[in-house]
């Protein structure tokens, strides 16, 4: 059976604002198959320390910290994430969840997951 791939938006293209409170995002991935990993997309901005990400309570990876020493606080940086397809709900929602910065308040927008589907 050949393997496909879907993808799901978790987050558009508004900015959301990540204060103090970690922020949980739900999102489907129905009908989720294959033994291939599964990738995340966050575009960042004004990170200031590296932080976990999670799906499902599991940890996938971090958001890396930009050199406070470049001038891009307006800008959004694309950070990548793969992490095994195990960990995404083949029914129901998953969850997102980024960490609260204890530095200053970040950004993210345009979060995209690509995952594989049987045809």
């Known amino acids: 059976m050949p393997i496909v791939s879907d993808f799901i938006t978790v ?9 103090d409170v970690e922020r949980d995002f739900p999102f489907g991935t129905g ?4 033994n291939r ?8 901005r004004n990170l200031r320390e590296t932080l976990p990400v999670k799906i499902n309570g599991k940890h996938i990876g971090d958001l890396t ?3 406070p020493s470049w001038d891009f606080q307006d800008a ?3 950070q990548i ?7 995404l709900k083949v029914q ?11 530095t200053d308040n970040y ?4 979060v995209q997951c690509f995952f594989h589907q049987n045809a």
């Open 92 to 102: 129901g929602n998953n969850e997102l969840e980024l960490e609260s910065s204890t």
């Open 65 to 67: 910290a930009y050199d």
């Open 37 to 44: 990993n599964a990738i995340i997309f966050i575009m960042v």
């Open 76 to 78: 959004c940086f694309t």
């Open 107 to 110: 950004f993210v927008k345009n």
């Open 11 to 19: 987050i558009g293209n508004d900015h959301v604002l990540i204060t």
């Open 31 to 34: 009908g989720r198959e294959g």
């Open 81 to 87: 994430l793969t992490f095994p397809r195990s960990y």
